[in-house]
């Protein structure tokens, strides 16, 4: 499956109810079956996913340089300038596991459900150490409007996930996570090849209750035959009004068929009308 009309059914990786062996699920696919249970379902049991959208790369960029800069005060020990402004005691943690954390796709940190046999990874941006030696979970969000910044819910599960998963690994782990958000200006007269940036550091205190409760129902959802009901998601009511058209349109051309066909004399050289898939 990729973006730009390199669209592909997934042939393997789908779930098996048959297999015994533990499924692996991202933080990103529990928050797909939340948003919608239907294009959850046609992704992971039947390899249908959504098409990929194009990468965010100036998020990428900004992403992977704020990594650069705490890294700096990771390696000293320091206290970063923007915590140190938000009277915030805390450090860039080191540990030899940091950058697997980091590999959402290749590696993450992992932790294997036994009530479902899901296993469920994620990939953290950042995390710091308290005084009290608890881990802070961190995330980087990158925007450019003049409106307040929003904590999405999306965003709040993210960073909530990530500390389900570190306490399961036996970590201990603070009830508020940070975002570190940077917010784009416009204000300037002219791009000169450069944006400037104000960078906020906004709090959120995590609720985890909800994440086995919603494992347990995603496992349900993959054990079942039946294709959930469509979603309010932006995508189901497009393969709906897609699909609907298209099978009239198909009707419509066997109609005509079945006239012309029955007007004419029996021609071998008539083609068919195209099937839909």
Same mark, same amino acid.
């Given at each position: 499956?990729?973006?730009?009309?390199?669209?592909?059914?997934?042939?393997?990786?789908?779930?098996?109810?048959?297999?015994?062996?533990?499924?692996?699920?991202?933080?990103?696919?529990?928050?797909?079956?939340?948003?919608?249970?239907?294009?959850?379902?046609?992704?992971?049991?039947?390899?249908?996913?959504?098409?990929?959208?194009?990468?965010?790369?100036?998020?990428?960029?900004?992403?992977?340089?704020?990594?650069?800069?705490?890294?700096?005060?990771?390696?000293?020990?320091?206290?970063?300038?923007?915590?140190?402004?938000?009277?915030?005691?805390?450090? +860039?943690?080191?540990?030899? @596991?940091?950058?697997?954390? #980091? !590999? &959402?796709?290749?590696?993450?940190?992992?932790?294997?459900?036994? %009530?479902?046999?899901?296993?469920?990874?994620?990939?953290?941006?950042?995390?710091?150490?308290?005084?009290?030696?608890?881990?802070?979970?961190?995330?980087?969000?990158?925007?450019?409007?003049?409106?307040?910044?929003?904590?999405?819910?999306?965003?709040?599960?993210?960073?909530?996930?990530?500390?389900?998963?570190?306490?399961?690994?036996?970590?201990?782990?603070?009830?508020?996570?940070?975002?570190?958000?940077?917010?784009?200006?416009?204000?300037?007269?002219?791009?000169?090849?450069?944006?400037?940036?104000?960078?906020?550091?906004?709090?959120?205190?995590?609720?985890?209750?909800?994440?086995?409760?919603?494992?347990?129902?995603?496992?349900?959802?993959?054990?079942?035959?039946?294709?959930? +009901?469509?979603?309010?998601? @932006?995508?189901?009511?497009? #393969? !709906? &009004?897609?699909?609907?058209?298209?099978?009239?349109?198909?009707? %419509?051309?066997?109609?005509?068929?079945?006239?012309?066909?029955?007007?004419?004399?029996?021609?071998?050289?008539?083609?068919?009308?195209?099937?839909?898939?």
């Amino acid at each position: 499956m990729g973006f730009g009309g390199n669209y592909r059914v997934r042939e393997r990786g789908q779930f098996d109810p048959a297999s015994k062996e533990p499924y692996r699920i991202s933080r990103s696919k529990i928050d797909l079956f939340l948003e919608c249970p239907r294009c959850f379902y046609l992704d992971q049991r039947l390899g249908i996913g959504r098409p990929d959208m194009p990468a965010f790369s100036l998020n990428n960029a900004v992403d992977t340089l704020l990594k650069k800069e705490f890294d700096v005060y990771r390696v000293k020990g320091n206290l970063h300038p923007l915590l140190k402004s938000y009277g915030l005691s805390a450090v +860039p943690l080191k540990h030899k @596991d940091l950058e697997k954390w #980091r !590999e &959402a796709r290749r590696a993450g940190i992992e932790y294997l459900h036994k %009530g479902t046999n899901l296993s469920v990874r994620g990939g953290i941006d950042d995390i710091w150490e308290g005084k009290d030696g608890k881990l802070i979970i961190v995330d980087y969000k990158a925007t450019s409007k003049k409106s307040e910044l929003t904590l999405y819910d999306s965003y709040k599960r993210q960073v909530e996930v990530y500390q389900w998963l570190f306490r399961k690994n036996d970590f201990p782990v603070s009830d508020t996570a940070y975002f570190v958000y940077v917010n784009a200006s416009t204000d300037a007269e002219a791009f000169d090849a450069k944006l400037e940036f104000k960078v906020e550091l906004i709090p959120y205190t995590g609720d985890t209750s909800w994440i086995e409760p919603a494992l347990h129902n995603i496992k349900k959802c993959l054990l079942s035959e039946e294709i959930p +009901p469509k979603g309010e998601c @932006d995508y189901c009511p497009y #393969r !709906e &009004a897609a699909g609907k058209a298209l099978l009239a349109r198909n009707e %419509g051309s066997k109609k005509k068929t079945g006239r012309s066909t029955r007007a004419r004399k029996k021609d071998d050289s008539y083609e068919k009308t195209p099937s839909l898939f």
